[in-house]
């Protein structure tokens, strides 16, 4: 008797046209072990491997060191070597603020999956609104179609935003945002028939992301893209306003900017900046204050105002957007990362109403730009129910109450060695050190102490799920001292 090497059963069972077709098709399965070839069995939501000498592989019961080979073998992880020098945890399942690691451990996610998941995990309201999505459509395309998610995120969107901004272009990620903001910029100058603003001004210390024009705009020099420089777009940088969020604007400063303004305004389509906190650029923080000059030079010098309030958008620093600390209202504004509460990617480019207007009767006639995925319903369902969880709950006192116990748990990493700062902004909890942190060894030690952080460069830092107890808090701050005790250079 043979048996068909993609779903098993026996060759005299009917036929198996379709099977051979799609083996054609997929790459065969390897062994890890002796590297035969395996007979695969493919149902709806999983698949089997039998090795003739090995036996089954089946990937939901894996070991941790099957997943790990494989995972060295075959997976990329951001901003890491291939194959990587350090070997990442298994996660099996997460659950409230806990994620659940393959060898039982639990551990506080202290990092709210790099911002975005500020309800923590497997929320019944955010839960039940992907179900109820997927039972209508996972997905359709936004050109020449619409639905009811996108339409209500919108809405909510613009109900919340600041000023007249109100007008939504959803991307796929928050790069993409910031692309599409650049893009809305340079072709809102083409059609005012001054197609010579080219340029974006940025502030130094600044990260908006990955993609090209958006690592144009990333600090140039200490930044993580200085090796694109030569073939990035050239664009003019301004020093980052002085650090502390309750020290007074600086003269000096305003003076600069006021200088670049007045030299460069006639090449400046927009300036571009994170709110109050810059974040994977050094989680630098600096008084909104900053912001009402920019704006006020903006308008002076006729230069749009772009805010990336990406990391710092849906309550961060306890204020539900950092631009409303200083009541400034940007004529573009980038959001992402906690829209969907860490359930799926999704970002969003809002706008005035003036600027979607004044694009949209140019020559193009459009906003020449339109992602394949754009506006995904699944995506727009569990946003908006998102939104709704986190106004229809006192979300500010919440953020208050980790700002206080962070601020009161971080305090004796005041004193290590090694340590240069410790600086608290809402849910936002600093440890800088004096020179680069020993990652593995500051992460172990917050793992022994049951937390989950991710530091990098000279910084250990968290930024928790909202809906933390007091004890989770004072859990991650002692384990943030700990990695500083155990990583500090």
């Not at 500020?118 to 050109?143: K, N, S």
């Not at 777009?233 to 303004?261: H, I, K, M, N």
């Not at 500010?396 to 004796?412: F, M």
Request: hydrophobic share 45%; proline share 6%; aromatic share 6%.
């Amino acid at each position: 008797m043979t048996f068909c090497a993609r779903c098993g059963e026996s060759k005299d069972r009917g036929g198996h046209g379709e099977c051979d077709q799609r083996l054609a098709l997929e790459p065969p399965r390897h062994c890890e072990i002796c590297g035969r070839r395996m007979v695969v069995k493919v149902t709806p939501l999983s698949w089997t491997a039998r090795c003739s000498r090995h036996g089954v592989i089946d990937p939901t019961t894996s070991t941790a060191d099957d997943l790990l080979a494989r995972d060295a073998r075959h997976v990329w992880h951001p901003y890491a070597p291939m194959p990587p020098t350090m070997t990442p945890y298994v996660v099996d399942s997460a659950a409230g603020v806990r994620l659940r690691l393959r060898d039982g451990r639990e551990l506080v996610d202290g990092m709210s999956s790099w911002w975005a998941a500020i309800h923590g995990y497997r929320h019944p309201v955010l839960d039940a609104a992907v179900t109820d999505q997927l039972g209508r459509m996972a997905h359709v395309m936004f050109g020449g179609l619409t639905h009811e998610p996108a339409v209500r995120l919108a809405t909510r969107l613009a109900e919340l935003a600041p000023g007249d901004i109100d007008r939504v272009f959803l991307c796929d990620s928050g790069s993409v945002s910031v692309e599409v903001a650049i893009k809305l910029a340079l072709q809102y100058w083409q059609e005012r028939g001054r197609p010579g603003k080219h340029r974006l001004l940025s502030l130094r210390g600044g990260y908006h992301g990955d993609t090209f024009a958006a690592m144009s705009v990333c600090d140039p020099v200490d930044g993580m893209h200085h090796l694109f420089s030569n073939v990035l777009p050239q664009q003019a940088f301004l020093s980052r306003p002085p650090g502390g969020v309750e020290r007074p604007v600086d003269p000096v400063w305003v003076d600069e900017a006021r200088a670049v303004f007045a030299t460069q305004a006639g090449e400046l389509a927009a300036v571009i900046c994170e709110p109050m906190v810059q974040g994977a650029g050094g989680m630098h923080f600096y008084n909104s204050g900053y912001l009402a000059v920019l704006r006020e030079l903006c308008d002076e010098y006729d230069v749009l105002l772009i805010l990336d309030e990406i990391a710092t958008g849906f309550g961060r620093t306890a204020h539900l957007f950092a631009t409303l600390a200083a009541g400034v209202t940007p004529d573009i504004m980038c959001v992402g990362k906690a829209l969907t509460g860490g359930y799926l990617s999704l970002a969003a480019t809002m706008t005035t109403g003036h600027v979607a207007e004044t694009v949209s009767s140019g020559a193009a006639g459009a906003l020449l730009h339109g992602p394949t995925f754009m506006g995904n319903p699944l995506a727009c369902a569990v946003a908006a129910a998102n939104l709704d969880l986190l106004t229809g709950r006192d979300w500010q006192a919440d953020v208050r109450g980790i700002e206080t116990r962070l601020s009161e748990g971080l305090e004796p990493a005041r004193h290590l060695p090694g340590v240069a700062d410790v600086r608290v902004l809402g849910a936002i909890g600093v440890v800088q050190t004096t020179g680069p942190v020993d990652v593995v060894a500051a992460t172990e030690a917050a793992i022994e102490r049951g937390v989950w952080l991710r530091p990098f460069r000279d910084l250990i830092y968290t930024m928790p799920p909202y809906v933390c107890s007091p004890q989770d808090v004072d859990c991650i701050a002692e384990a943030v001292v700990a990695a500083a005790k155990a990583g500090a250079a």
